[in-house]
């Protein structure tokens, strides 16, 4: 990045969303995030924007620093274009081991499109951020999101039933669930290195699952 970024870029990169880094904002500022390698445009339709590893470690920074109030007089931004009300926002939220129930068993067409749309934007992701532009690695934004990241690539590899959550290792998930080995199999198709592991007072067998490196 050669230069600050404008207000306008500074609050989409503020108000990116926490789980995907989707981005909302004038298209100029969209842009030049872009340019600056702090985001990267979806390649498909409707070409959303996403913070790129170097985006997210701005709005880290940016977070620190103290938020200007705005004036109350001051008019709202007008919505980026895509972003209306009761729009479906593409957004892939990861089933978590914390409140929730794991992936669902029926097809959702809506969720379907959904997943297929992250999975294309991380592979995106993966091309613009890999030193070799590789596809088939993981990419630095999936290490430092790593449960998001493998239940994206499970459902995306549709997969059903299981629940992914952190491990006591720092660099790798667990994925609870009753077909383990399609579980690995889907993972290792898309970059990772999965182990199976038994849990003796569950009875249960489970996989812990991290991003390859080479």
């Known amino acids: 990045m050669t230069r600050q970024p404008s207000a306008a870029q500074r609050r989409a990169i503020r108000t990116a969303d926490a789980e995907s880094g989707l981005l909302r904002g004038p298209a100029a500022a969209l842009a030049s995030l872009v340019a600056q390698g702090l985001a ?3 390649p498909r339709s409707p070409h959303r924007h996403y913070l790129t590893p170097a985006g997210q470690r701005l709005r880290e920074r940016l977070d620190a620093e103290p938020v ?3 004036p109350q007089s001051a008019p709202d931004p007008a919505p980026a274009p895509g972003s209306g009300a009761g729009e479906p926002t593409g957004i892939f939220h990861a089933r978590t081991a914390t409140g929730d129930t794991g992936a669902p068993a029926d097809p959702d067409p809506l969720r379907e499109r959904e997943v297929r749309s992250a999975w294309a934007g991380l592979v995106e992701m993966r091309r613009v951020t890999n030193p070799d532009r590789s596809v088939e690695r993981p990419c630095d934004w999936e290490r430092t999101h790593l449960t998001h990241a493998a239940a994206l690539a ?6 059903r039933g299981y ?4 491990s006591a290792q720092p660099q790798a998930v667990r994925v609870d669930g009753p077909d383990s080995r399609a579980y690995a199999a889907t993972l290792e198709r898309a970059g990772w290195q999965t182990s199976a592991h038994a849990d ?3 009875g249960a067998a489970y996989l812990l699952a991290s991003p390859r490196r080479v």
């Open 163 to 166: 629940l992914v959550s952190e």
């Open 68 to 70: 200007r109030l705005v």
């Open 40 to 42: 990267l445009r979806h």
């Open 154 to 159: 499970l459902e995306a590899g549709c997969c």
């Open 200 to 202: 003796r007072r569950a």
